[in-house]
């Protein structure tokens, strides 16, 4: 897109057009701002620290239900209705902070299978937690559960979210 107005603002130039030649110009910068800005937010994002892992147990701070990570948002990325309605904007830490997708313990809640969480919202277990935890898609997204009770996720969602594989090996209780 750029190089296209650049050509044109050659043309114009060349046809010592100086008033298009001038909106092009104006045009081009704002152009190379706006990707410049684009750019820097990308890198913001990509080094963005999570609190919690893919596949790492959770309970809500609020409703009280445990969850398992299945996805992450460096910033919410619902709707702005969507946002209104859940009151985001009264978050501590608001829209911009981890927002995570976390699938819900159908014994705790069978109407509620994936929620979107703010980060604050989340605490983590004090230590292993390997207690009961149901959910249709556990076998889809997750290989099974390491040694601390959290799931080691497939693949693909390692993939999706540029998240390295964790797993806390089985604790030897014979040693």
Same mark, same amino acid.
């Given at each position: =897109?750029?190089?296209?107005?650049?050509?044109?603002?050659?043309? +114009?130039?060349?046809?010592?057009?100086?008033?298009?030649?001038?909106?092009?110009?104006?045009?081009?910068?704002?152009?190379?701002?706006?990707?410049?800005?684009?750019?820097?937010? +990308?890198? $913001?994002?990509? #080094?963005?620290?999570? +609190?919690?892992?893919?596949?790492?147990? !959770?309970?809500?701070?609020?409703?009280?239900?445990?969850?398992?990570? /299945?996805? =992450?948002?460096?910033? /919410? /990325?619902?709707?702005?209705?969507?946002?209104?309605? +859940? /009151?985001?904007?009264?978050?501590?830490?608001?829209? #911009?902070?981890?927002?995570?997708? &976390?699938? &819900?313990?159908?014994? &705790?809640?069978?109407?509620?299978? &994936?929620?979107? $969480?703010?980060?604050? #919202?989340?605490?983590?277990?004090?230590?292993?937690?390997?207690?009961?935890?149901?959910?249709?898609?556990?076998?889809?997204?997750?290989? !099974? =559960?390491?040694?601390?009770?959290?799931?080691?996720?497939?693949?693909?969602?390692?993939?999706?979210?540029?998240?390295?594989?964790?797993?806390?090996?089985?604790?030897?209780?014979?040693?």
């Amino acid at each position: =897109m750029i190089r296209l107005r650049w050509a044109n603002l050659q043309k +114009a130039v060349e046809a010592e057009n100086y008033a298009l030649a001038a909106e092009l110009r104006d045009e081009i910068n704002k152009l190379e701002a706006e990707s410049l800005a684009a750019s820097a937010n +990308a890198l $913001v994002y990509e #080094n963005i620290q999570y +609190a919690f892992r893919l596949g790492q147990k !959770g309970r809500h701070k609020v409703f009280v239900y445990s969850g398992v990570i /299945c996805g =992450m948002d460096p910033v /919410c /990325c619902i709707s702005s209705s969507l946002r209104e309605s +859940a /009151c985001i904007d009264k978050l501590t830490r608001g829209s #911009n902070h981890p927002f995570y997708q &976390v699938l &819900v313990d159908v014994h &705790v809640d069978p109407d509620l299978l &994936v929620a979107y $969480v703010p980060e604050e #919202n989340l605490l983590a277990p004090d230590g292993p937690n390997k207690g009961r935890f149901d959910h249709p898609y556990l076998s889809f997204l997750f290989y !099974g =559960m390491d040694g601390a009770g959290d799931y080691i996720p497939i693949k693909q969602l390692r993939e999706k979210y540029n998240r390295p594989r964790h797993e806390v090996p089985p604790i030897d209780e014979d040693a």
